[in-house]
């Protein structure tokens, strides 16, 4: 019986990172080595290689293709838009409005649209919460906008399968460190660490204190208020995350990971307990 390539998890690409800073990583290993089965993973790993933190062989060698594929393809082709055509579940758009298209905006709203669906049409996520999620995706693409210096770089993306909705949102800019010390309050600031805490605590922002910005993540925490929720935040050599039932800063573990340029956002909610077989349909 053929096994089946193991799941490409967070742990698998902090592994992967750690192992190529430290020059021990061995690209002779099995090809199709790990399976996409969720999106947050997928993308930080492939922004890793984008920004150079791994090798190009990781994306194209290492990767069963397991569903995930098209997208794989639609991202390394440069595509600005791109939504699964079957059934919708899945898609991207880069942060483009206002820079190289007419239509951008419209582009982007049709995208919103097609994520807000998902969540409520095939994860079936109650009341105001699809409404409310997609509110906080439009506000970390407006983050990518307003923080990161390297909008080009912005990709915006969602899945939704029966039991999990999931968005990410990355970026290759300067990340959050280097965001913050813009500000001269938080220009002591030496930590990439101790900048994400700082970002994700609400009225915190680089334009200052009295400027009513830096709010962006409240929406994320309101829309996942009562369901079971993952949240990592990535930004330097730090992540930061958030598990459980209406999860909340309190909650935050805070733990030294792989050099990744740029901030990314990786929000998953599971509104039905996980079944005993693995789902690595992306």
């Not at 492939?46 to 920004?51: D, H, Q, R, S």
């Not at 097609?114 to 509110?135: H, I, M, N, S, W």
């Not at 039991?163 to 990340?175: C, H, L, N, P």
Request: hydrophobic share 40%; aromatic share 8%.
């Amino acid at each position: 019986m053929e096994m089946l390539p193991p799941t490409l998890s967070f742990g698998a690409v902090d592994d992967l990172g750690f192992a190529a800073s430290g020059a021990r990583l061995d690209l002779d290993q099995l090809r199709n080595r790990y399976a996409p089965s969720s999106l947050g993973p997928l993308i930080e790993l492939l922004y890793l290689v984008a920004g150079g933190r791994l090798p190009s062989a990781v994306q194209t060698d290492w990767l069963a293709d397991n569903g995930a594929g098209a997208m794989v393809s639609a991202l390394r082709d440069n595509h600005d838009y791109w939504v699964q055509a079957r059934d919708r579940r899945i898609g991207f758009v880069r942060a483009i409005r206002g820079d190289r298209y007419r239509d951008a905006d419209a582009l982007f709203t049709s995208f919103l649209m097609d994520a807000q669906r998902a969540a409520r049409e095939v994860t079936r996520l109650p009341g105001k919460t699809p409404g409310q999620l997609v509110a906080a995706m439009q506000e970390l693409e407006n983050n990518v906008h307003e923080h990161s210096e390297a909008a080009h770089t912005g990709v915006l993306a969602f899945r939704a399968t029966r039991r999990v909705f999931e968005f990410v949102v990355a970026d290759s800019g300067i990340g959050v460190l280097r965001s913050l010390q813009r500000c001269p309050r938080f220009a002591y600031l030496q930590d990439h660490g101790e900048a994400l805490e700082k970002a994700l605590s609400d009225g915190i922002s680089r334009f200052g204190e009295d400027t009513r910005r830096g709010h962006g993540f409240r929406p994320i925490f309101v829309g996942l208020a009562n369901l079971r929720a993952s949240l990592r935040f990535r930004s330097g050599d730090y992540a930061l995350t958030i598990d459980g039932t209406s999860p909340t800063l309190a909650t935050a573990q805070l733990a030294q990971k792989p050099m990744i340029d740029g901030f990314l956002a990786s929000i998953q909610c599971n509104v039905r307990e996980q079944c005993s077989c693995l789902d690595i349909s992306i």
